[in-house]
């Protein structure tokens, strides 16, 4: 059975290929790249829940307490899950919020947090 071909390696400008993400000479300074978001338990669960929540609550909260109705795209947590599957799938830890909001929130709130898998 023929092996997969090698792909470029992930570091930006290595011409290297691998088998992995990275080439044996970058795979050491990407040890602690975050995990990607189906890894992080952002699957097809969760769209579909994401989907059902938001149909529920579709005004971003941010925004209707400043006054202005605007569609919510985003579910976000409330307190950073962490892993946490009780936490991540805990529906009072979920509000809807518009991509702007959230990514705001992210900025401030949630910038340093350190992420454990």
């Given amino acids: 059975m023929p092996k997969k071909p090698k792909k470029p390696c992930k570091h930006n400008g290595c011409p290297l290929l691998t088998d992995d993400k990275y080439c044996e000479f970058h795979a050491k300074l990407h040890v602690n790249d975050r995990p990607n978001a189906s890894e ?3 699957d097809n669960r969760w769209r579909k829940a ?3 929540f938001l149909n529920t609550y579709p ?3 941010y ?7 605007t569609k919510a795209t985003v579910v ?4 950073p899950h962490r892993g946490d599957q009780r936490l991540f799938w805990n529906q009072s830890n979920w509000q809807p919020l518009c991509k702007r909001c959230h990514d705001r929130k992210t900025k401030t709130e949630d910038r340093y947090l350190v992420y454990t898998f």
């Fill in 63 to 69: 925004c209707e307490q400043k006054g202005t109705l």
């Fill in 40 to 42: 992080r338990g952002y």
């Fill in 76 to 79: 976000d947590h409330t307190k």
């Fill in 59 to 61: 005004l971003c909260k």
């Fill in 50 to 52: 994401r989907k059902r």
